[in-house]
């Protein structure tokens, strides 16, 4: 059984690879940590949990939480609410808790497939519900109380899980062909986004274990994203067939926002003399080159987001009027404009943070007036001891795994101490793999090898690091 692990056949020739990477391009140098500090902060974690014990409630909830929490009651599901000013999740114990997650703790292994990688956990468990009690068990000692998005049922059931994600404009839900977004004005697709939720999705409305629904995973909104090409969303909607719901939506906010030809044209620098010729824009003449032409694009970006916000989450009530929304996963902060549209139709703004600590700051300002939880629904960082190129899929890369339990340190000690976290979703259980056809594959995102060996230096701070969270946001 091949388990390929280690494809430059060794850490050291993965780490000089990197290294002449890094000088070509700064955002492949990784980031500076000394590793020679780990085992004594690890200790100092260690101290301060023993004196200071977190205990949980069946949900992962902080059961032995001060007496400010007090206040506090039970209900059916998970909510969340302000406590001395920072926001906390709700345990249907009505424990305050703050959501740490894995994702893609699945059974099938590191591909997500039944192939040599899920055989490795078969021959070593023998089923899936030996695996999956062990797992519950690496979960408790690591300090996780949620399993993320990717994962297994067998994982899910009986435990705190924000696993769903309803991908309800997915690549899967009705789109053009040749087209990279969904049409958030066709009666198609807002007809597929209730029958979705109602079909498929529905027996989750009375589980008391379901943190919350993602609506979706990283949707294009701007030209920034990594799917997008930059091409905005403005020039995406244009570029759906002649009559179509969205072009049709596209066009008639570009002429209600101008006014005027005459505005429209110094906006976009065509010459068009009727109104009626706005049926042959394309794309191309979409570009935007100036103040007006992004504030329109900004405009019909925050115009399309209210109408998917609001098809998905009617989509969602009609079937559960009590779990709570995060959104669609933003692939990054989505920027302030965005940011305060989701406030007003999610309970919790959910976004990955892979990037500098730019998003942090941005958080700190935007939250001073639009007071809403955030939870990081993905994170990572990846050592290059691990043996793996580490190219193939961004995150921050760090030289050794006592930097990587470092970083791992101070990304979530920073994060749970502002007051608008709620919870942090680590990505992922297992590295994704080397695969031979793919010679740049192989990036070390997991806790675990693929041949379900954990990376012990990393795991063990990983677990100290989470028992110290509640304190620190309680403490901020």
Not at 116 to 125: E, F, I, P
Not at 184 to 206: E, F, G, H, I, K
Not at 252 to 268: E, Y
Not at 338 to 364: C, G, I, Q, T
Request: glycine content about 8%.
């Amino acid at each position: 059984m091949n388990v390929r692990i280690r494809p430059l056949g060794g850490g050291l020739l993965a780490v000089a690879v990197l290294l002449v990477v890094a000088a070509c391009s700064p955002d492949y140098a990784p980031l500076p940590f000394d590793a020679a500090r780990q085992p004594g902060r690890l200790a100092e974690l260690q101290a301060d949990n023993a004196a200071e014990p977190v205990e949980l409630d069946r949900f992962g909830g902080w059961a032995n939480a001060p007496a400010q929490f007090d206040g506090l009651t039970p209900g059916p599901f998970f909510r969340v609410e302000q406590v001395d000013g920072a926001w906390w999740f709700v345990t249907p114990d009505g424990n305050p808790m703050f959501s740490k997650g894995a994702t893609d703790v699945n059974w099938l292994g590191a591909n997500l497939a039944d192939d040599d990688l899920h055989q490795v956990l078969v021959t070593k468990y023998g089923d899936e519900s030996t695996w999956a009690s062990a797992t519950h068990d690496r979960l408790d000692d690591w300090g996780f109380n949620t399993v993320g998005p990717w994962s297994s049922g067998s994982v899910v059931t009986g435990r705190t899980h924000g696993h769903v994600i309803l991908d309800l404009a997915s690549v899967r839900s009705p789109r053009y062909p040749g087209t990279k977004v969904t049409d958030y004005w066709s009666p198609t697709w807002v007809q597929y986004a209730r029958d979705l939720m109602a079909n498929q999705w529905a027996p989750y409305a009375n589980d008391p274990y379901l943190l919350g629904y993602f609506l979706d995973n990283e949707l294009i909104w701007g030209a920034d994203h990594f799917n997008s090409t930059g091409v905005s969303l403005l020039q995406h909607y244009i570029g759906f067939p002649s009559g179509s719901p969205g072009r049709n939506a596209a066009i008639d906010f570009l002429r209600q926002t101008a006014g005027s030809l005459a505005v429209f044209n110094s906006t976009w620098g065509t010459g068009f003399t009727n109104w009626d010729q706005l049926a042959t824009l394309n794309p191309l003449q979409l570009i935007p080159s100036g103040p007006a032409a992004v504030a329109v694009t900004d405009g019909f970006m925050l115009a399309t987001f209210e109408q998917y916000a609001t098809v998905a989450v009617d989509a969602v009530r009609r079937v559960d009027p009590n779990h709570l929304i995060f959104g669609p996963r933003f692939h990054h902060y989505p920027g302030d404009i965005l940011f305060r549209a989701a406030a007003e139709h999610f309970e919790v703004v959910a976004m990955a943070a892979y990037a500098p600590d730019a998003w942090l700051d941005d958080l700190d300002a935007i939250t001073q007036e639009v007071d809403v939880p955030v939870l990081v629904e993905e994170f990572s960082f990846k050592g290059l001891d691990s043996g793996y190129w580490n190219i193939k899929n961004w995150a921050p890369r760090v030289m050794t795994q006592a930097d990587r339990a470092l970083a791992y340190d101070r990304f979530v000690e920073t994060f749970s101490r502002r007051p608008y976290a709620v919870g942090y979703h680590w990505y992922k259980w297992m590295d994704n793999p080397y695969r031979g056809s793919d010679g740049f594959s192989g990036d070390n995102f997991g806790l675990l090898r693929p041949d379900d060996t954990r990376y012990t230096t990393f795991t063990e701070h990983v677990a100290q690091v989470n028992r110290r969270v509640e304190n620190w946001h309680h403490t901020g």
